[in-house]
Nanobody, 127 residues
């Protein structure tokens, strides 16, 4: 079992920045690829960014490419989402997710590919 706890959400004005963190704990915590998803009010949850177990590969949704950066610590216990140039469309609850991985460089963008989820953290961007 892996536990994921997100932090770093909050309210920010358009054009501002936030950094989300996701701390992972539990068995074999280092054997997971990680991802971030978000769900805006009245909308389905959508993919935001993913990083492989190795950290060598990343993947982004077109809507955040060039503005958001996903990274993870060398110990692979924490994953970050640096969000710059935020706009009102980025307002959502952001979820961290972990996918079992056997130390590959594969990134994943589909919800069904992930095995564990955090509780989410709210990001609100005011224009």
């Amino acid at each position: 079992q892996v536990q994921l706890v997100e932090s770093g959400g909050g309210s920010v004005q358009a054009g501002g920045s936030l950094r989300l963190s996701c701390a992972a704990s539990g068995r074999t915590v280092g054997s997971y690829a990680m991802g971030w998803f978000r769900q805006a009010p009245g909308k389905e949850r959508e993919f935001v960014a993913a990083i492989s177990w190795s950290g060598s590969n990343t993947l982004y949704a077109d809507s955040v490419k060039g503005r958001f950066t996903i990274s993870r610590t060398n110990a692979k216990t924490t994953v970050y989402l640096q969000m710059n140039s935020l706009n009102a469309e980025d307002t959502a609850v952001y979820y961290c997710a972990a996918a079992r991985d056997y130390r590959t460089s594969i990134t994943r963008r589909e919800e069904y590919e992930y095995d564990y989820w955090g509780q989410g953290t709210q990001v609100t961007v005011s224009s």
